[in-house]
Structures are given as C-alpha cells and as structure tokens.
C-alpha cells in the first residue's frame, strides 16, 4: 500500500530527526529506532501550562503546582516526600527508645547519660553493641535475652531496609545492594557523596559529621570523598545511633523517593523537548508533541527549584550567600573551637539555622494554652461551608463511624496522617515540653483538617450517587440504580480522597513545608514571615478557590460542579460572615485577614528604629515598649503569662482569655505636652496647645 501525502510527510520528518550514523571501530554503525509508548500518559500532550507570577511568593506550593498545570508530575514525588518524612520520623523515634532500653539493660549511670547528650558520643553500651551489630550476622551466645532482643531488632531493621531498597533499584534499573558490610558502604559512599554536594538536609544528630570526621586537607574530591565515607564506617562500628539514622535516612530515601525522581526526569526529558527521550517516542506521539506548546521555561524552572528546595532540602540561593558569612570566613573557625567540646560543629546553615530556632521559639511564645486563641480556631470550620454548604458542614460532626468509606479514607489521607497546625514544625519533630504546652491548639487544628475531609466528603458522595449529576463526572461509568447504596468503585474513592485532601487543604491549610507559600523556602526570611501564612493562605487559596468554583463551576483541578456547589460560596459570606462578626472575630473574615501587624521580629527591629529615630522622650518610651513587648514573643508561654496575669491583677476581665474584644475605631491620644519652665519663672504658651494634650509634662 502507497503512503498517502500526509503519511510521507511525517515520514520524512521522522527521518529528519534521526542521529547520524556513527563511525565506530571503523564500522559504520547505524542509528537505532526505538519505539516505546511508556513516557505517555493519559492527555500527556494536551496539557496546558501557566507561567509563574509574583503571587507563587504568597501562594502555597502544592497549591500553585496545580495552578501552573505541573502537579500530574510532581505529585508523585510530594506523596514520595510525605511517606518519607513520616516513616523517617517515626522509625527515628522506635530506633531511639531501643537504644535507651538497651542503656536500661545495661544500667547504664545517669552521669554516663548525660554526659553522651552533652558530647554527643555514645554511651559504652551503645558502642559495644554497635560492634557486635557490625560484626557478626547472629546474635552471640554471650548476650542476656534483652540484649538478645536488641540486636535482632537492629539486624531486623537492616534486613527490612536492604530487602526493600532492592526492590526499588531494580525496577529504577539499577544493581542490587549486597548484604550488610556492602550495604554499609553503599549508604556511607552515598551519604559522603550528598555531603559535599549540599544536595541533602542532614537529621540532627548527622549534622556535624562533615565536619567532625574530615579535618585534613584532601584536595582531590574524589579522595576527600572516600576519606569521608571510610571516617562514617569508622563511626558506625561505634556509634548506634549514628549508624541506624544514617541507614534509615538514606535507605527509605531511595525507597520512597528512588520511582518519583526517574519518573519525573523522563517526563520534563519528553516536555522540554529533551533529545534522547524525545527520539523514543512513536511517530505519533511526536506528531501530537509537535503541535502543542512546550513547557515555558520559567515554569520548568519553578518545578526544578521546588523539587530541589522542597523535596530535597537544598538551600536557595539566598539562604546560602547569607550562610556563606560564617562558612566561607573566620568565624567558622572561631564557633567550631567553642562547640567541639561538646562533639558539635558549626555545619553547613548556622545563620538559617539560628532563624528557624528562633521562629520555633516565637511559635511557642505566641501559641499554646492561650484559651481564645483556640477557640477562635475551632471556628476556622466556617470556611468548609465556602466549598460545601451548610447540610455537609453540619454532617461533619457525626463521627466518621457512621460510614465505613469515610473512616476508611480518613485512615488511609497522607494529607491527615502528616497534617500540623504549626509552620513547618509537625508533631513528631517536636520535644516533651512542645508537645505538652502546644498541644491542644495542635489538636483543635487536626481536628479541623478531618472536618474539612468529612465536608468534603457528605458533599461529594451526594455528586456520585444522585443520578441527577451523573452528567458532572463524579461516578464511575459502571454505576447504576442496581449499585449496592454503600458501595464505591475505586475510581469513586480515589475522586472522593483526591477532593476531601484538597478541599480540606484549601478550608484548613496545610502547613508541612510544601504546603507553605514560596517566601517561606527561604528561611533567612524566617524572622519576617513566621506566623504571616494564615493571611497568605485565606486569599492566595482559600477565597481563590471559593471563587473560581462559584464563578468557573468547577474545582482548581477542574472537577466540575453543578449550581447547586457554586453558590455554596455565598453561604459562606452571609452564614460564615454573621457567625464570625457576632462573636468579634472580623479579624478571620474577609479584609478583615489583611495583616496588621508584623512578625515579632520585625517588630523589635522596628522599635529599635523607631528609638534612634525618636525626638522625644515620650517616642523613645514607646519605642522601648515595642521591643519590650515584641521580643518576649520569644520566650515560650510568654503570651499565655501576660494574659493570665492581667486577669489575675485586675487588668482585664475572665472573659477577655477566652473571647477577643470586638474591634472598634481607635482614636489616636497625642502625646502629652511638655512645658518647660525657664528660669525666670514664667510660663509662656498658647492655649489651644492645652487643649489638645490631655496630660502635662514639666520639665524644670
């Protein structure tokens, strides 16, 4: 059969694309052909992507990612990245209580303890078994049956890890780890590679290894690689802690993250046009790739930076020129001669570091057992009638028992599994005393966020049984009238999950680092923007996503919804606005969001300027009071204290710790009117000056 014109077109096209043959051993090789449809997912040409605008800085990521058309491929990477920090984490906090039973069994002294927390070194329990791990496969004859237990866990541990990392690598084609001492290596090579590459955040207790093992002066990289990997075997013959963080780190790393990353190359390989992955695509798929506009470059480059910054934990450029300040001069030198008593280093973030303490403290100083503060939280549930309506925000409050499907997703929600009601500070990261002085605002938070999923949830489930929507594309094709009442499709569930994350993320935020908005990757602004994201997320995501689904009928991932949703938005503003104004929260509606006030931070350094600035001693002692009253914002509890002792004083009334005042129009008092008195003893000035000072100040 003859080609038509067009077939010989694209023919001729695909032959233009070919490499040249190569001259290889004196033997003309010619170019391979491959053909291979794995890069191509569902309408992968027919996507649409936006450019990034000044508002990505005040918009969440994981949100504005949906926004630029980019989340089909990094969603699986954030999903990487949560499982990740949750097994991590959680793991990391098993290995250390088995650690401190094993200083039970071993009775190991008090002194011996804390003396291994102040050195950071192990306790001789710790080292020994950290050698027999090392060493042998089965636990020896010698050990009591608790130490027994031990070691099995750790070589269980190690076992789990290999086994699982395996798997990965051989479905991201690569070759398998051998067991134990080679698996050591692998993530010592691995680590000590990522070290000097600043491509990874290390845990706390792996921070000052590259700069504790390494002290000579190796000038060849690939040598001062090895030394530094041969120093971490070195330490984990010693160390158990340090060996059984390195291993979990690295290892559910690979395991979580491995998949994500090389599915994510090979689709911005084939959208940006990429060579080698362009030239595997089937004739047709190149056709089709052809007549679509590529990704823009400033959105290919958004991507880039949050998978590296977000995911990754890499620095921005910003934070590490201001690091770079004690790094790159002597001051390093300096700090590292007063930590390394205690088996510390200055690392590789000293300056950001130092900010991120500090906003951890601010947090704590601000929140806490602050009584309005957390009902005025509870009462964020307003917004889920914005998305959802009156009949579904009421249904939340039944327990999630009523429905095994809802309990079921509510069970399986990464989104609520990792869900804080703090900035980038989860649970988990948190110390006794943290947790025990935020914990109930950390619990009304979580319990907002499973609201908001079962608001989504009664609202949606309604789109896919009612035949009456079936037009909007909530139900599976095969659902009918003969369809059991409680039964869901898996295509139903995975759309009931994907709209009870997303739209309790736009109701109740989300405030693990991707779900910040952009200024908040750069932590040398920490002391500027911590607690500044409740405003940024109300009209960056919330009010955005209310609009767009009452003015577009449909969702930001472009679910669509029929009238009797889009309205839900006006509901919102009549129910939500009566119910907010009448109890003084104007402040969590609408303009009244706008922010008012800076950080603590910003406001210190404010009222120092305002004091150098100042041309009175009345302005200078207001300026002082400034400072005063913003730098206690640093001391954890600080804001719960002063209320309750203005209560306990007579200062305020019992009420006003549990509701705010209503606002109302200030009026502003001039400052009181100095007269000075001369020598002689008479007074000169103008009446009219009197009358507008309600106080006077002699000055002799």
Same mark, same amino acid.
């Given at each position: 059969?003859?080609?038509?014109?067009?077939?010989?077109?694209?023919?001729?096209?695909?032959?233009?694309?070919? $490499?040249? $043959?190569?001259?290889?051993?004196?033997?003309?090789?010619?170019p391979k052909v491959p053909i291979t449809t794995k890069l191509a997912l569902k309408d992968?040409?027919?996507?649409?992507?936006?450019?990034?605008?000044?508002?990505?800085? @005040?918009?969440?990521?994981?949100?504005? +990612?949906?926004?630029?058309?980019?989340?089909?491929?990094?969603?699986?990477?954030?999903?990487?990245?949560?499982?990740?920090?949750?097994?991590?984490?959680?793991?990391?906090?098993?290995?250390?209580?088995?650690?401190?039973?094993?200083?039970?069994?071993?009775?190991?002294?008090?002194?011996?303890?804390?003396?291994?927390?102040?050195?950071?070194?192990?306790?001789?329990?710790?080292?020994?078994?950290?050698?027999?791990? *090392?060493?042998?496969?089965?636990? $020896? +004859?010698?050990?009591?049956?608790?130490?027994?237990?031990?070691? *099995?866990?750790?070589?269980? @541990?190690?076992?789990?890890?290999?086994?699982?990392?395996n798997q990965v690598r051989e479905s991201v084609d690569l070759p398998p780890i051998k067991y134990r001492k080679a698996y050591f290596r692998h993530t010592a090579d691995g680590m000590a590679k990522e070290m000097l590459e600043g491509k990874y955040p290390f845990p706390?207790?792996?921070?000052?290894?590259?700069?504790?093992?390494?002290?000579?002066?190796?000038?060849?990289p690939m040598e001062f690689q090895r030394k530094l990997s041969d120093d971490l075997v070195?330490?984990?013959?010693?160390?158990l802690r340090a060996v059984t963080r390195s291993m979990l780190w690295y290892g559910l790393k690979e395991i979580h993250l491995a998949q994500p990353a090389k599915f994510l190359s090979e689709q911005l390989g084939a959208i940006s046009k990429d060579l080698p992955t362009y030239k595997n695509l089937t004739p047709a798929e190149k056709r089709a790739y052809d007549e679509t506009t590529i990704m823009?470059?400033?959105?290919?480059?958004?991507?880039?930076?949050?998978?590296?910054?977000?995911?990754?934990?890499?620095?921005?450029?910003?934070?590490?020129?201001l690091n770079r300040i004690v790094t790159q001069t002597g001051l390093k030198g300096l700090f590292n001669k007063v930590l390394s008593p205690f088996g510390r280093a200055v690392g590789r973030k000293p300056i950001t570091k130092t900010f991120q303490i500090g906003g951890r403290l601010t947090i704590s100083g601000v929140m806490g057992w602050v009584p309005r503060q957390i009902i005025r939280n509870?009462?964020?549930?307003?917004? *889920?009638?914005?998305?959802?309506?009156?009949?579904?925000?009421?249904?939340?409050?039944?327990?999630?028992?009523?429905?095994?499907?809802?309990?079921?997703?509510?069970?399986?929600?990464?989104?609520?599994?990792?869900?804080?009601?703090?900035?980038?500070?989860?649970t988990n990261l948190m110390g006794k005393l943290e947790?025990?002085?935020?914990?109930?605002?950390?619990?009304?938070?979580?319990?907002?966020?499973?609201?908001?999923?079962?608001?989504?949830?009664?609202?949606?489930?309604?789109?896919?049984?009612?035949?009456?929507?079936?037009?909007?594309?909530? +139900?599976?094709?095969?659902?009918?009238?003969?369809?059991?009442?409680?039964?869901?499709?898996?295509?139903?569930?995975?759309?009931?999950?994907?709209?009870?994350?997303?739209?309790?993320?736009?109701?109740?935020?989300?405030?693990?680092?991707?779900?910040?908005?952009?200024?908040?990757?750069?932590?040398? @602004?920490?002391?500027?923007?911590?607690?500044?994201?409740?405003?940024?997320?109300?009209?960056?995501?919330f009010s955005r996503e209310a609009s767009y689904r009452f003015f577009k009928g449909e969702t930001g991932y472009g679910a669509k919804l029929p009238w009797s949703r889009r309205i *839900?938005?006006?509901?919102?503003?009549?129910? /939500?606005?009566?119910?907010?104004? +009448?109890?003084?929260?104007?402040?969590?509606?609408?303009? /009244?969001?706008?922010p008012t006030y800076l950080s603590p931070a910003a406001q210190v350094a404010l009222g120092f300027y305002n004091y150098v600035t100042a041309k009175s001693d009345w302005q200078r002692q207001r300026a002082l009071k400034q400072v005063y009253y913003s730098w206690t914002a640093f001391i954890p509890g600080s804001l719960a204290w002063r209320d309750f002792m203005a209560v306990w004083n007579g200062e305020k009334d019992l009420k006003d710790l549990f509701f705010y005042k209503k606002i109302t129009e200030k009026k502003k008092i001039p400052p009181p009117l100095e007269i000075k008195i001369p020598k002689s003893g008479k007074l000169k000035f103008i009446e009219t000056e009197i009358k507008k000072s309600k106080k006077l100040k002699f000055t002799f």
């Open positions: 059969k003859k080609m038509t014109e067009e077939e010989a077109g694209i023919f001729i096209d695909q032959l233009d694309r070919l $490499p040249e $043959p190569k001259l290889k051993q004196g033997k003309l090789i010619p992968f040409f027919k996507r649409k992507y936006k450019e990034p605008t000044p508002m990505r800085y @005040l918009t969440p990521q994981t949100y504005y +990612a949906e926004m630029l058309g980019v989340k089909p491929l990094v969603e699986p990477y954030e999903i990487g990245k949560q499982k990740f920090d949750l097994e991590f984490r959680e793991s990391s906090k098993t290995a250390d209580q088995i650690v401190n039973k094993l200083n039970k069994i071993a009775k190991t002294p008090a002194s011996e303890k804390l003396k291994s927390k102040i050195k950071n070194i192990p306790t001789k329990a710790e080292n020994n078994m950290a050698e027999l791990v *090392n060493k042998y496969e089965e636990p $020896p +004859a010698n050990l009591s049956q608790g130490e027994r237990d031990v070691f *099995n866990w750790f070589r269980s @541990l190690s076992r789990d890890l290999i086994n699982r990392e706390q207790g792996l921070k000052y290894w590259s700069e504790k093992m390494v002290g000579k002066k190796i000038f060849n070195s330490l984990w013959s010693k160390d823009p470059a400033s959105t290919k480059k958004w991507l880039i930076d949050y998978v590296n910054q977000i995911m990754k934990g890499q620095e921005t450029e910003l934070d590490a020129s509870i009462f964020q549930q307003t917004q *889920n009638l914005a998305l959802y309506g009156v009949k579904a925000t009421v249904k939340t409050f039944l327990p999630a028992s009523v429905d095994k499907n809802l309990k079921g997703l509510l069970s399986d929600s990464l989104f609520l599994k990792s869900y804080t009601g703090f900035e980038e500070l989860p947790k025990v002085w935020l914990g109930p605002y950390g619990i009304v938070a979580k319990w907002n966020a499973a609201q908001g999923m079962k608001a989504a949830y009664w609202n949606t489930l309604e789109l896919i049984k009612n035949p009456k929507f079936k037009k909007y594309g909530w +139900a599976d094709p095969s659902r009918t009238k003969d369809t059991p009442r409680d039964y869901l499709y898996p295509s139903e569930k995975e759309k009931l999950l994907k709209e009870m994350e997303y739209g309790s993320g736009a109701t109740q935020y989300q405030y693990i680092p991707m779900g910040m908005p952009e200024v908040f990757r750069h932590k040398a @602004l920490v002391p500027l923007t911590r607690l500044q994201s409740w405003w940024m997320n109300y009209f960056t995501k *839900n938005c006006l509901k919102y503003l009549i129910i /939500g606005g009566a119910i907010l104004t +009448a109890l003084g929260y104007r402040r969590s509606f609408l303009l /009244g969001v706008a």
